[in-house]
């Protein structure tokens, strides 16, 4: 196997904290069998130094991600559970190396030749990757990734005429102030498009490069942001916010929301 020397301390931060978010996220209810999936770029955070990647087992990516070449990455496994992935992170996802020329990755951890053999990153690798590259070609700070299927969410874009950003966006922002204040830029909408297709990649990339969270049409949610606990929180606000939006609806009721000034205020409000 490789010999890869990794800055541990950095990287087992870094793990914890998505074994966390990933318990987290199934006792929300939002990750059903192999339901979601998160990246997070470890470049900069650690230091993988490969002595030989002659000895990494390699693989070829569908398309090339050259921007990407020579970036570390944990990715959850495909087919795995975010139950399974918080009880052993290490198991149940990868630590990959784009290759210099950014045509493939190899594999730096597990280490366990046996377990390689199955482990796979996630089926929505191409969208992680995409976004990315979106996020390393502007520079910003943002370093993960997480895909999630929050039922609250999923439900709202069952609603056709809800099917548009600023409509669902001020729905959002006008059940709950919080909503407003942390998700100021509030969501985009992505219409339809096959699970793990390159063109939904493409217009996840187009819908994350003005916002923060993009909501698949009957599917889940996509957010990106500079640590796993601030991504996770994103998407539990929005889902409170529809959540209230349901519950009043169950109870009979339409809510009456936050007003446009209220809302316009709420975007005023510095932290
Ligand atoms: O990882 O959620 O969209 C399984 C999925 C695919
Ligand atoms: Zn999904």
Redesign the pocket.
């Known amino acids: 196997m490789a010999e890869a020397v990794i800055n541990n301390e950095a990287l087992n931060r870094i793990i914890a904290s998505v074994a966390e978010i990933a318990g987290y996220i199934w006792d929300k209810g939002w990750a059903e ?5 998160i990246s997070v770029n470890l470049t900069e955070a650690v230091s993988i130094n490969l002595k030989d990647d002659t000895l990494c087992s390699h693989r070829e990516l569908s398309s090339p991600f050259t921007a990407l070449a020579g970036q570390c990455f944990f990715v ?1 496994g ?3 559970r975010m139950r399974d992935i918080a009880r052993d992170p290490l198991s149940n996802g990868l630590i990959i190396r784009i290759d210099d020329t950014g045509n493939g990755y190899h594999i730096i951890a597990p280490e366990d030749k046996n377990r390689l053999a199955t482990l796979r990153p ?3 690798l191409p969208s992680h990757l995409a976004i990315h590259t979106m996020i390393s070609n502007r520079g910003s700070k943002q370093r993960v990734v997480i ?3 929050a039922t609250e969410l999923c439900a709202l874009t069952q609603i056709k005429e809800l099917c548009d950003g600023d409509k669902l966006n001020r729905i959002l922002w006008g059940m709950h102030p919080e909503t407003k204040v942390f998700i100021p830029k509030g969501v985009s909408f992505v219409p339809y498009l096959l ?2 297709s390159k063109e939904l990649a493409a217009a996840t990339v187009d819908a994350l490069s003005k916002h923060d969270v993009a909501l ?1 049409e009957k ?2 949610v996509f957010a990106i942001g500079e640590n796993i606990e601030d991504t996770f929180d994103m998407i539990d606000i929005l889902a409170k916010s529809a959540s209230v939006f349901f519950t009043c609806h169950a109870a009979g009721f339409e809510p009456e929301g936050l007003s446009d000034d209220q809302i316009d205020e709420l975007g005023k409000l510095v932290f």
């Open positions: 069998k192999n339901a979601g999936n959850t495909t087919g795995k996630t089926s929505e895909h999630t299927h699970p793990g698949w599917h889940g």
